[in-house]
């Protein structure tokens, strides 16, 4: 167990080098002018040769690249600009933003928090209702109930998010008045307070979690099935067992042992930020700061977000892969 | 008590009926091809000490019949009719709470293939424990107290310490005897073992026989085994049930199916077990065809598309109707063939026991 968690956490280093050096390197060869970018509107040739200067744009690739990695290992981070107008950009150091100059780490951990509570909430949502829907329907395969609930998952597959998102703020922001407009202010649960911060969640949480909810239904439908046409299911009502001890304890049990795997990635994915629904609802997560600084090329912020989006994305694999262990004894880390 | 050909005396319940009897069973399943006729009218009487083999190829309705004692159907889309008496007890008319008190705790069950049997996610201990826990209100010690007993009695060693292990970490023999010691954690009165050998190598086999006839003694329980090996049947039952297409084509004591037998398919059974006493230049014997569609059962008798010695029946009868399963002789032996008995014999002694 712990030479595994070891090997893994050196897997887990390697490959997220591995994405900051492809980031690196793809975004530089982009055409963009990084010098031109920074100065904006100002630019002239004296100012682009102080921002080369200031940022290093003028060094060989290399050499940025060591200053970028160094930014990023060094647990001091790095400094920023050159002799007299230095500043201290503090680990983990991705550069300061092209558009505001505001450290990108900053950026990220500003809008991670929204981030967050917007896919664990859609991710209870989507579990809870998934696994229930599906397994009704495998309990009542054939019947009205079934063919309900694959018709409602069949809806939420197909249904786009930005359709459904825009419907539900028109219905009950717009229309019905029921649920105030969304304000950034309302997403911080522990300054608002619960009741608003779940009128500011409530409609992203059903948005968000509609696809997933779907999928989870008939993923859970499908694995209930299965399992329920195993061998040790007629054992269990063999010795005697009730029919709720047979579906819970028997069924479920192995039945969900998929569903972990996935949840796991897919939640992971989604704590780098859910673009879509963060863009409808104005929620200033992620992935709203994803899609601002590629609308803007602000390269450092893109950088920063995707390796931030691929620690989480790694690091649930792992966790995945753990509980595995835990859950099906048949697998053995190693 | 229409029937019963079986002396009563043993029986031991006081109604007069032999301790399991089934009467004309049917269990038939509608599919979206048709009504699957997996048993039709299955009929035989069991006491207990004693073991009755029914042997047949796959899909002749053998498995599905021991599911029904169970009442393992009951709840699907599966219609079960005809009568199964346990103990007193009628099974097909009970209800599935009733009926789900005696499962485990009077009749337990066997599986084939102990390893998709067995949950792969609990510990061999938890699931014994958990079935001895369903029939008894007792604390969970008492429970693994005997289940480390019967391990034990089942042949495996250090018991206490292989109960914290998984079915996975077992070898097939081990999880063979695991699945008897489950079976056996309520002292059931009926074991029903679904060929219980299938799946393990010969040496194995001969050890899970042993065992389950030394629990037999022990236990005094009733046996119902389940297969298409004809070998363990010899080595196990007293009384045997041949099926084929869902029917019972010849029944009777094991010596009278051994030595006398007298429908072409158990001629056919006996004629397809390897011998190694013969030479190594003969082929596998097999019967021609395949086992009939259990949608579309043949015309008449249902092993009459595959059967060689229709020459010998008047008439077409064959083709026309389903022959009667009758009575031959005093000792049980019932044949369903439409071949005068007689003739019957002669063919067996002329035709096939030489080459057998």
Known sequence: MGRYLIRRLLQTVLILWVISAITFFLFWVTPANPALLICGKNCNTETIAQVNATYGFDDPLIVQYGTYMKGLVNPGGRMIGTEGSERKCPWPCFGESYQNGVPVWDSISEAFPATFWLATGAAVLWLFFGVLLGLLAALRKGKWLDKLSVGIALFGVSFPTIVFGYLLLFTFIVKLNWIPFPDTANAALFTVGPAKWLQFYILPWITLALVFAALYTRLTRANMIDTMNEDYIRTARAKGLGEGTVVFKHGLRAALTPIVT???????????????????????GLGKLSIDSVLSNDLPAIMGVV???????VVANIIVDILYAFIDPRVRLS | MTESVTTTATAGTGTGRPFLELKDLQVHFPTDDGLVKAVNGLSFTLERGKTLGIVGESGSGKSVSSLAIMGLQKGTQAQVSGEIWLDGAELVSMSVPEIRRLRGQQVAMIFQDPLSAMHPFYKIGDQLVEAYLVHNNAPKSVAKKRAIELLDRVGIPSPSKRFDDYPHQFSGGMRQRAMIAMALMCDPQLLIADEPTTALDVTV????????????????????????????VAQMAQDVVVMYGGRV??????????YRPEMPYTWGLLGSIPRVNRGGDHRLKSIRGTPPSLINLPNGC??????????????HSCVAEVPELLQ???????????IESEQRSRLFAEQIKPNL
């Open chain 1, 262 to 284: 996935i949840f796991g990635l897919d939640l992971g994915g989604l704590l780098g930020g859910a673009v879509i629904t963060e863009q409808i609802f104005s929620i200033t």
């Open chain 1, 307 to 313: 390796l931030f989006a691929a620690v989480f994305v």
């Open chain 2, 205 to 232: 086999q001969a050890q899970i026989l042993d065992l389950m006839m030394d629990l037999q003694k022990e236990f005094n329980s009733a046996i119902v085994i389940i297969t298409h090996d004809l070998g363990v």
């Open chain 2, 249 to 258: 084509v010849e029944s009777g004591p094991v010596r009278d199916i051994f």
């Open chain 2, 302 to 315: 249902p092993f009459q598309p595959r059967c060689d010695y229709q020459q010998y029946v008047e008439g």
């Open chain 2, 328 to 338: 031959i002789g005093t000792g049980g032996h019932r044949v369903r063939c439409h």
